[in-house]
Nanobody, 120 residues
């Protein structure tokens, strides 16, 4: 069984910074892509940033230049450094991992979500 757990959300003023962390644990053989998605109230979940095991990254246009994703393959962790934050960044942020296990093969696993609120 695999567990994906986020931490680091909270309240920050506009222009401030937050760092989200996520760790995947369990019977994991490998993780291809890890990333962060967010879902604001009344909206669909959207990609924020993702990173492959090889280090290739992909960002939403709305966060380019402000957010940075990083990963430690040995620890199965991914972080999201968020700078110059805006009220429009307010959302529940979810960690995603494309996990490969011996019992279930390859599948998508999600964390429970962490609230990020940016005040103006």
């Amino acid at each position: 069984q695999v567990h994906v757990v986020e931490s680091g959300g909270g309240l920050v003023q506009a222009g401030g910074s937050l760092r989200l962390s996520c760790a995947a644990s369990g019977t994991i053989l490998s993780i291809n892509t890890m990333g962060w998605y967010r879902q604001a109230a009344g909206k669909q979940r959207e990609l924020v940033a993702r990173i492959t095991s090889g280090g290739s990254t992909d960002y939403a246009d709305s966060v380019k230049g402000r957010f940075t994703i990083s990963r430690d393959n040995a620890k199965n962790t991914v972080n999201l450094q968020m700078n110059s934050m805006k009220p429009t960044d307010t959302s529940v942020y979810y960690c995603h991992a494309r996990v490969f296990t011996t019992t279930l093969g390859s599948y998508d696993d999600w964390g429970q979500g962490t609230q990020v609120t940016v005040s103006s």
